[in-house]
């Protein structure tokens, strides 16, 4: 496929330099990667969108390279930043690139084929790499003019302390001159000529393909880019995709409130299928066609479909289970999934487990009830005077909303001589209290 034409109907497609359709529309695979920032335990959904341009480019008959940046995120990367970040010690650099690893490898083919994916950690490269032999190296093809004019420099040594920025250490200052070496050691040692990133990586890109015209033709060869008499400069590529913003026009990433995490540990499956399925109408179209594979064919038809009944909410379906069972696997999906059903469909409270259950209600009011004190209690006194007021204030309202058929107990309604010791416990611990339609408290046994 064209791989240009691909992101342009995905609305993935940002910038590119030019020749670079051309040269992806060579016959012989070429190689790309992206940079991977390792100074979390794990990527986001706003990696999830550069994770994709990878899968496309993989897709399209090319081979991916996924950079682990071990040096680079001990540096801290300025772009969109207005601070310098705290800084990360070895040991825990390595141990979120074994997360970041795992998780890339959900989505892209790793094996000995000629467009088999593999991933590279520049600190195996800059770990013996000398300060006087970087600069004499590498320092001397880049003037400080050049780097001073790259947005992210500019808005960090143009701030005052009144807009918040504080300037710019050396060492951010010098993160586009390593992530520039980064493309030229990958150029040297896989014949990489393309390097891809979101937007907001446009600087930094761009930097590495300045770098490896200016260090010069002895780059070629690596390369098997072919040589002339008349011997031109070496050549390589940059192109980037749309960043994905929320509603609000902030993009999704791990400095924001509310991230959206790739570890089920962090964004537990449940969370993550929730949060694909509530996506706005007016935003579901884009990440479907961003975070999923699925045909414009395909895509067209659930519009349609969706056009019809939207409160049935055909695409953030198809959505939340597409990418939900990528990212977790599909059980986690059909868990997550059952325990929607739970919330908003009437599904079966016995079937989950006590993790989907205290995720599925971990936004409800909860209180915690003596085990002891249960057989002194009826259902009315129990949801009154035992939880401390917190879901009836007296049990006059208590009687008046069971004799009334409001109040439901794990799914059974509540009756007026019922005893607390008749309800049977979820889990051997846990009351699931409705009160109405909308109310849920979840009563714990202690």
Request: hydrophobic fraction near 40%; include cysteine.
């Amino acid at each position: 496929m064209n791989l240009i034409d691909e992101l342009r109907w995905r609305g993935m497609f940002h910038d590119m330099m030019p020749g670079t359709e051309e040269h992806l529309l060579k016959s012989a695979p070429i190689t790309g990667y992206i940079g991977f920032d390792p100074t979390a335990p794990s990527l986001h959904i706003g990696n999830l969108a550069t994770i994709m341009l990878l899968v496309h480019l993989q897709r399209a008959g090319h081979r991916p390279l996924a950079l682990v940046g071990g040096a680079t995120g001990m540096i801290g990367d300025p772009s969109g930043k207005s601070a310098e970040r705290n800084l990360l010690d070895e040991d825990a650099l390595r141990r979120n690139q074994a997360g970041i690893q795992a998780q890339l490898e959900k989505f892209l083919v790793f094996d000995d084929s000629p467009t088999g994916a593999q991933v590279v950690n520049n600190y195996d490269w800059f770990k013996n790499f000398g300060f006087l032999g970087f600069l004499r190296e590498v320092g001397k093809h880049l003037t400080v003019n050049y780097m001073m004019a790259k947005d992210s420099v500019k808005r960090r040594i143009g701030g005052s302390e009144d807009s918040g920025a504080d300037g710019i250490s050396y060492t951010e200052f010098s993160y586009q001159l390593l992530q520039g070496y980064d493309f030229v050691h990958l150029f040297r040692t896989y014949g990489c000529t393309l390097q891809m990133g979101a937007s907001d990586q446009w600087g930094n890109i761009t930097t590495g393909t300045e770098l490896i015209r200016r260090m010069g033709s002895e780059l070629d060869e690596a390369a098997q880019q072919p040589t002339t008499s008349n011997q031109q400069p070496a050549k390589a590529y940059a192109l980037t995709g749309q960043l994905i913003t929320k509603a609000d026009g902030t993009k999704y990433g791990k400095s924001e409130t509310g991230t959206v995490w790739l570890d089920g540990a962090l964004t537990s499956p449940y969370q993550f299928y929730q949060f694909f399925l509530n996506a706005a109408d007016a935003d579901v179209p884009r990440l479907i066609r961003v975070f999923t594979l699925l045909s414009q064919a395909e895509i067209e038809a659930l519009e349609a479909e969706h056009a019809l009944a939207p409160h049935r909410r055909t695409l953030q379906q198809a959505l939340a289970q597409d990418v939900t069972t990528r990212v977790h696997g599909p059980q986690a999906y059909e868990a997550a999934q059952a325990a929607s059903q739970v919330l908003f469909g009437g599904g079966e409270l016995t079937s989950l487990d006590e993790a989907t259950l205290l995720d599925v209600f971990a936004g409800v009011p909860q209180v915690e009830v003596p085990r002891a004190e249960l057989a002194e209690h009826t259902v009315i006194s129990l949801l009154s005077e035992a939880t401390g007021g917190v879901i009836f204030p007296s049990k006059g309202e208590a009687k008046k909303m069971i004799q009334a058929g409001g109040v439901s107990l794990n799914r059974e309604k509540a009756t007026l001589d019922q005893q607390a010791t008749d309800v049977a416990l979820l889990l051997d611990k846990y009351v699931v209290a409705q009160k109405g339609k909308k109310n849920y408290f979840l009563l714990k046994l202690v």
